[in-house]
């Protein structure tokens, strides 16, 4: 204020440049230099306010102050910030001592009602003058909400100064920020964090709870504030930190870029989410650590010196090669990190080669996928693995999917990886490696009996000739026999175009295998004459299948999987068809033929299902006695045939079904209407997927009784794209307003293609509960 004020009363006597001479000479008989000074530009400025010299001297004290003030940032500091500390704990100094009025109050009021009156009135004197004399000693537990400031190094240094010399320092218990300024050297960031607890916050921060509505603003009202600490909690807005995780919705890397909290987030919370949002059409393009100027030092910087982070997302961060190698250092020197995100950044075999080796100790997951390594990219990995101990990785999980990686580089990969002892999860999908490679890298990254998910989708096409079966069974002999791996327990081979040879022999190879719980064979152009060995991997008393995905293949074609299914499963029939197993298996599954007690899920979406193989399969479901999720989505020639054959499955109950996806399958309404008499009846399913087809306004009445029925289990019912009016829409209502408190969450109905009126809100539904039913469902206009 007084070098605001242009140094009144000294101005003409050069008042203030004269005192900093006396310091000199004070500084010399105490042996003291300006070399003390840490900060550059105010010991450059003192000495220049010292010297003798007419070019250097400055013209008055004004001129000197100012100077000062913007070397010392001091002008960033205002009154309010200054005395922000004093407010805080003097408002919750009050807000204590109207607690303790109240507790008095009570405990008067209580005597009163419970005594005498001379008793009573004793008690409360003595009361009173019990408070007063507490009055002054009384803890007082302060929260400094700074969260309007935006915080620079003469911010934090005075805070610094507040929480661990000023005398009533102890009585902050916390401490809010919302935003930093961008130049904070790393020293003083270490300085800050170290003035406050850190105690882990394994949850989300929640917002602060009030205790009564009377209470301060800068009062603490959290019980877990209120605890004791011997330092104040930290906040970033309302999440108290340090933090287990951080909400993306509230913390987006934008809004970490914007508030420059990169370095505090880094160092205060464990799992750190920077990947950049993604970019709508003509919007800018969104930030990211590679593209924002100095964010890759801060992120560095911070790394080095965090203790807590254990888990880093940085996809798309367009990081490129020589950003990988800076940030390798910091993973070497950052042990607390065990999962590292790298997919999508462009980064050349050297970075990906010194980051491998950087976190060998550490690291347990690293994401290398879509990265553009190509050959020569694995080629570094291996040879990076073939450094140092065989053993010295601590890596559970790699992905390396997308990387243009060929048989050459896979080849040189799959003997490096058999160093790696510690892996139970490896995908390589979206290469363009042969099957042939992809058995030895099968074989490579088994090789330590730990694995136990292998990803292995979209590689080079299966090949379908005769000439070429040794390198399929070469793959397919890992599954069973003495080459299995006993810890496999998924395997995903999408995409892999293996069409029905192939599948045929992991059909046969995997009957004997008792470890694998999910397989997922999707859009292979899979064949009706693989259907006889999928119904008899089913039916093998060996397999532990759980999850079986089929999707996008013509497993229905000629209702051959309905038929085959039907042999092997229908109680009382024997197997009949041709099969590669032994006589003993053969026997095994005629004696046990009605049961599978593993397959959970199943998936039979756009497989060409008919309403007549449905019926078929619809006897088999009695030997599938675990499953509980069916899908059978887009086979539009299932139809009323189709779900009539279901709905009677349910109702005799011989099922465990519980999610059913039905959607595009051409169910008109008698389709529907017998299976909602059918889950009517059954009464245990939870979701129903009946979308994008023909069903109107006369199925909208069963629909509406199972939604009434107060004992049905049904969760979430979809009916959007097919043929209701407002009038079904409001039949439905009917229904919900009957069961409002049942177990049903969601009602979708958007998209109705109806010539009648639009989808709207039935107002004749009772006032008090309009609300809550239209709350229920999804795609109302």
Same mark, same amino acid.
């Given at each position: ?18 005192? %900093? ?27 220049? /306010? ?18 000062? &003030? ?71 537990? &302060? ?77 603490? !009202? ?14 970033? @807005? ?31 919370? /464990? =799992? ?247 397989? +997922? ?10 259907? +006889? ?54 026997? @095994? ?16 979406? +756009?497989? @060409? ?52 996806? %039905? ?8 389709? /529907? ?10 009464? &245990?399913? =939870? ?24 004992? /049905? ?5 979809? %009916? ?18 009957? +069961? ?17 009126? =639009? ?10 509960? !309009? ?7 999804? !795609?109302?206009?």
């Amino acid at each position: 204020d007084w070098a605001r004020a242009g140094c009144r009363n000294a101005e003409k006597s050069y008042g203030l440049l004269w005192a %900093l001479k006396e310091l000199k000479s004070e500084k010399i008989e105490r042996s003291e230099e300006l070399l003390d000074i840490d900060k550059m530009e105010i010991r450059l400025l003192l000495s220049r /306010c010292i010297k003798r010299s007419r070019y250097s001297r400055l013209g008055s004290c004004w001129e000197a102050a100012e100077m000062l &003030a913007q070397a010392a940032c001091w002008l960033g500091m205002t009154d309010d910030f200054l005395a922000s500390h004093k407010v805080a704990v003097e408002e919750a100094k009050r807000a204590a001592l109207l607690d303790a009025h109240y507790t008095l109050a009570q405990e008067i009021f209580e005597q009163e009602r419970c005594g005498s009156a001379a008793e009573s009135q004793a008690a409360g004197e003595s009361a009173v003058r019990a408070a007063m004399l507490n009055a002054g000693t009384y803890k007082v537990k &302060a929260k400094w909400n700074l969260r309007s400031f935006t915080i620079g190094p003469p911010h934090i240094r005075r805070i610094i100064q507040v929480l661990t010399q000023w005398p009533k320092g102890n009585q902050i218990a916390a401490v809010g920020f919302s935003r930093f300024e961008a130049e904070i050297e790393p020293e003083l960031q270490g300085l800050f964090i170290r003035c406050f607890s850190d105690v882990l916050q394994p949850q989300h921060g929640k917002p602060m709870k009030h205790r009564r509505r009377r209470e301060l603003r800068h009062s603490v !009202g959290n019980s877990e504030m209120a605890a004791e600490a011997k330092k104040p909690l930290m906040f970033l @807005e309302d999440v108290q930190l340090p933090s287990e995780e951080l909400q993306r919705s509230t913390f987006s890397l934008e809004e970490i870029l914007s508030r420059n909290i990169l370095w505090l987030v880094v160092m205060s919370v /464990c =799992k750190v989410d920077l990947t950049p949002a993604p970019g709508g059409m003509g919007q800018e393009k969104a930030h990211s650590i590679g593209s924002t100027p100095h964010a890759l030092d801060i992120l560095i910087s911070a790394m080095e010196r965090s203790s807590l982070l254990s888990s880093l997302l940085l996809r798309s961060s367009h990081l490129r090669d020589s950003a990988g190698q800076l940030l390798s250092v910091a993973v070497s020197r950052c042990p607390s990190l065990r999962e590292l995100d790298l997919s999508d950044n462009h980064l050349g075999s050297k970075a990906v080669a010194k980051l491998l080796q950087a976190g060998r100790d550490n690291l347990q997951v690293l994401d290398l996928s879509r990265n553009k390594l190509g050959d020569d990219g694995a080629k570094a990995l291996a040879e990076a693995l073939g450094k140092g101990p065989s053993s010295g990785y601590s890596l559970a999980v790699l992905r390396l999917r997308s990387n243009g990686i060929g048989d050459e580089g896979g080849e040189a990969l799959a003997e490096a990886l058999m160093s790696i002892t510690s892996l139970t999860e490896f995908d390589f999908s979206e290469n363009q490696v042969s099957v042939q490679i992809s058995a030895v890298m099968f074989r490579a990254v088994c090789a330590a009996k730990a694995l136990q998910r292998l990803y292995l989708d979209g590689n080079l096409p299966w090949p379908t000739s005769e000439n070429c079966e040794v390198q399929v069974t070469a793959f397919t002999d890992q599954l069973s026999g003495p080459l299995a791996v006993a810890s496999l327990e998924v395997l995903s081979l999408r995409r892999c175009k293996m069409h029905s040879s192939g599948a045929t022999k992991v059909f046969e190879s995997l009957s004997s295998n008792q470890t694998l719980r999910k397989l +997922n064979l999707a859009c292979n152009g899979i064949r009706q004459s693989a259907a +006889n060995a999928l119904a008899m991997m089913l039916a093998s008393p060996s397999t532990a299948i759980e999850e079986l995905d089929l999707r996008d293949n013509r497993l229905g074609s000629q209702d051959a999987l309905a038929i085959a299914m039907q042999q092997v499963f229908l109680p009382g029939q024997t197997v009949t068809m041709a099969s590669k197993l032994s006589a003993s298996d053969s026997s @095994e599954i005629e004696a046990k033929a009605a049961e599978n007690n593993c397959l959970k899920t199943l998936n039979l979406g +756009n497989n @060409e299902m008919t309403g007549e193989a449905l019926t078929r399969l619809a006897v088999a479901f009695s030997g599938l006695c675990a499953l509980q999720e069916l899908y059978l989505y887009h086979n539009p020639y299932i139809g009323d045939v189709g779900a009539q054959a279901l709905a009677d499955v349910l109702s005799r109950g011989a099922t465990q079904l519980q999610h059913l996806n %039905l959607a595009a399958c051409s169910i008109a309404d008698a389709g /529907c209407q017998a299976l909602m008499v059918a889950i009517g009846e059954y009464k &245990a399913m =939870k979701t129903l997927d009946l979308s994008c087809n023909a069903i109107g306004d006369d199925a909208a009445g069963s629909v509406s009784e199972v939604l009434a029925q107060k004992d /049905c289990e049904l969760e979430k019912l979809c %009916l959007s794209m097919n043929c209701m009016s407002s009038y079904g829409i409001s039949k439905l209502m009917e229904g919900v307003a009957e +069961n409002l408190d049942g177990s049903l969450r969601e009602v979708d109905v958007a998209s109705q293609e109806s010539s009648h009126a =639009k989808t709207s809100f039935n107002e004749e539904i009772g006032g008090r509960s !309009g609300p809550k039913v239209k709350s229920k469902f999804v !795609g109302l206009r």
